[in-house]
Every structure is written in structure tokens, then in C-alpha cells.
């Protein structure tokens, strides 16, 4: 729409902006910071809590006067006299946002319907979904956090490389592995194991967690432990982990967070291929994150030693 110039409510632009930073069904978010700089010419200089309030003022007002514009449009288009449910109402007011995809967002709340609430609300990111590690999501919501404060780059950097270095030392095996639930078992099983054989023919096509699984139940067969521990079945919820170069040519495992031998444990902790469980769990979408800031990502502590 056109501004005039002569109206306090509107902002003075030369062409006309689009300040509508996402819309969703019945909810729509703008970017108010034009039209706050263009009432308050000092609004950089107010701390942010003050900032918060006038955001939220210049919203009510808004907000009446979009409502009486509704109350012209039920009228005068409709020929609704009385009472109707076109209404704008305003909800919260949002410091600052992380917009990925439609229904894929994250935005820092300081108030919400007239009551202070500093919280994190986040809406359909991976991190969220139950076949994310707890430990990589805790990061990764602790990562955005931060960001959506304004933590410095730089900072964060730091934090990623100390995090992945736990990762490769010192996280217990059980935190590392992709949750996930076995529904389809038995029709991915070609043939059991014959004869001096230790692994079942496993059919082409089988997820990555069924393969796991099917090898982790003939692991047990072979080492004996299927007397004394459950064998994984179908419908169980498991949780599974890449492997690096062992002897059983095995290029994933699963199991029992609850019910692990010792046997399952050690060969986890001596051939889980760590650096690819954080780089296919955490640092794609790192990736992806640090490409929507326009921010570049390196985890390698050693790069600015080889490279300007």
C-alpha cells in the first residue's frame, strides 16, 4: 500500500515494502522495526525491554485500526451490521525470528498477550522430531537460542568444535545412536543364516535401522547372548549407530538402550564411527542453518592455520 505521509501510523516510504515476514493460516508476522525508527528516531538507543513495550503500544493501535477497517469491509461488502469475525488481534511480540520454511520456524518471545515471557518457540524444525538424538537436539535448540540473542559467530563456532569434540571422546555410546522404530522387520529377512554363516541374506531395499537391527539379533546368535537378552522384534523401538572398519564388515548396528550386554557395548565403543554420527546427525543441519544467517561453517579448529 501507498504511505501518507501526513499520517503518523504509516510508514513514509518512497516505493512501496513489503513488511510481512511470514504468514501461516490466520497468523501473520511483520517486521515492525521501520515503522518503530520512523515514530522514535531514537528507538536504537532504548534498552530492550522499553523497546518491547512501544512495539507492543504501536501493535494495539494497529491493531484498532485494522479492526475498524474490518468493520467498514463486513459493512459495506457484505452487509453485515452487526456483529462479525473479521478481527485482528495481536498476540506476542517476537524480538527476533528464525524463518526456514512454511510451519518451520523458531522466534524469541518477550511478551505475550500483555505478560512478559521470555521463551523459545519452535515450530516443525528436525530437531524436534523423535528420530533426533536428545543429546544433538538440546545443542542444536541451545545453538539457535543463542543466535536468536545475538550471540557472536564467532562464539558459536567455539561452542560447535567443543561439542563435536565431546562427541568423538567423551558422550556416553548410548546417547549417539538414531531413534527409531523397527515396523517392517521380518519381510526384509531373504534367508537366516546356514551353516557356518553368522549373518542373515538381508533383502535389497531394507532401511538403514532394519539392516542395523537384523545384524545386532544375529550378533547375539553368534556370541551366544540370545539366551540372556532379548533379540530385537518388530515393532521395538531401537536405536542405531554407523560403524567404522571391523571385523564383521558391519556398516551399522542397533539396540536396546535398556537391555545391552556388555559384549554389544564394547564392540559399540571400540568401532562406532563417531565422526559420521555428527556429521549426518548435526552437521547438515548446522550447514543449513549457518547458510540461511549467511554465515560460513568450518569444524576444523585448524583451518585459520592453513588459510587466510
Not at 568401532?271 to 547438515?284: C, G, H, M, R, S
Request: hydrophobic residues 35%.
Amino acid at each position: 500500500m501507498k504511505h501518507l505521509e501526513d499520517t503518523p501510523w504509516f510508514i513514509c516510504d518512497e516505493e512501496d515494502v513489503n513488511y510481512c515476514a511470514y504468514v501461516d493460516t490466520d497468523s501473520n508476522y511483520f517486521n515492525a522495526e521501520p515503522l518503530l525508527k520512523h515514530l522514535y528516531p531514537n528507538f536504537e538507543e532504548f534498552p530492550e525491554e522499553e523497546k518491547d513495550d512501544i512495539l507492543e503500544k504501536v501493535a494495539l493501535k494497529y491493531q484498532d485500526v485494522i479492526n475498524e477497517e474490518y468493520d467498514n469491509l463486513a459493512r459495506n461488502c457484505f452487509n453485515i451490521q452487526g456483529t462479525h469475525r473479521l478481527e485482528m488481534k495481536t498476540e506476542c511480540v517476537i524480538r527476533s525470528a528464525y524463518f526456514r520454511a512454511t510451519r518451520r520456524y523458531a522466534q524469541w518471545i518477550t511478551k505475550q498477550e500483555g505478560i512478559v515471557k521470555e521463551t523459545l518457540d519452535v515450530k516443525g524444525l528436525e530437531y524436534k522430531k523423535s528420530n533426533f538424538p536428545k543429546v544433538f537436539g538440546n545443542f542444536f535448540k541451545d545453538v539457535l537460542e543463542d543466535v536468536l540473542k545475538g550471540t557472536p559467530q564467532k562464539e558459536i563456532d567455539t561452542r560447535i568444535l567443543d561439542f563435536k569434540q565431546k562427541i568423538l571422546h567423551s558422550m556416553p555410546i548410548n546417547e549417539l545412536g538414531n531413534p527409531q522404530g523397527v515396523k517392517t522387520l521380518n519381510k526384509y529377512i531373504e534367508r537366516k543364516p546356514v551353516g557356518t554363516e553368522i549373518f542373515t541374506v538381508i533383502r535389497k531395499g531394507a532401511p538403514a535401522a532394519v539392516r542395523a537391527t537384523i545384524k545386532y539379533n544375529d550378533l547375539l546368535k553368534y556370541w551366544k547372548l540370545d539366551k540372556t537378552y532379548s533379540q530385537i522384534v518388530q515393532g521395538d523401538k531401537v536405536k542405531w549407530i554407523y560403524l567404522k572398519k571391523n571385523p564383521f564388515q558391519i556398516e551399522a548396528l542397533s539396540y536396546l538402550d535398556f537391555d545391552m550386554p556388555d559384549k554389544i557395548k564394547d564392540f559399540l565403543d571400540k568401532f562406532a564411527d563417531k565422526e559420521k554420527v555428527f556429521d549426518t546427525i548435526l552437521l547438515n543441519k548446522l550447514e543449513g542453518f549457518y547458510e540461511d544467517l549467511e554465515w560460513k561453517l568450518t569444524t576444523n579448529p585448524y583451518v585459520n592455520q592453513f588459510f587466510s
